[in-house]
């Protein structure tokens, strides 16, 4: 809590830097937000020879388990790939999915509705009771904004 108050005050202090990420990498074992400290250090005193040291040690690992990441998200990608259109689970996968990015995404415009009740003017076109007529619109022009992109 000591280092998250003294970054807080100075967040683009190097030393307080430089040490969090210290702190981080040995006591939580969380070398990625070590190396994200260590680099912020640099960015704000380019010279600090603990970041530098502490940078260059954390840097190819932090490389070897972006790269890790990345060859596990490409096998998933491609098992995903691997899957017949017409297969029904991944239609109904890709459904939900649709569902949710609606949802999500007129929520972060500050609408009420609930995923279900975005469900259910999607499929029935039928208002929800206590909900505006702005959110409705939204939604349905999302949909077919959605269906036009996805069209051409």
Known sequence: ?????????????????NHYGEFLEDTKKDVVKADQLYTLALTNYPEHRGALMNRQRTASIVENLDREMLRKIDEKRDALSS???QNSALRRAKKEAYFQHIYHTVAIEGNTMTLQQTRSILETRIAVSGKSIDEHNEILGLDAAMKYINST
């Open 1 to 17: 809590k000591l280092f998250q108050h003294a970054f807080a005050l100075s967040p683009k202090h190097a030393d307080i830097l």
């Open 83 to 85: 899957i017949p259109e």
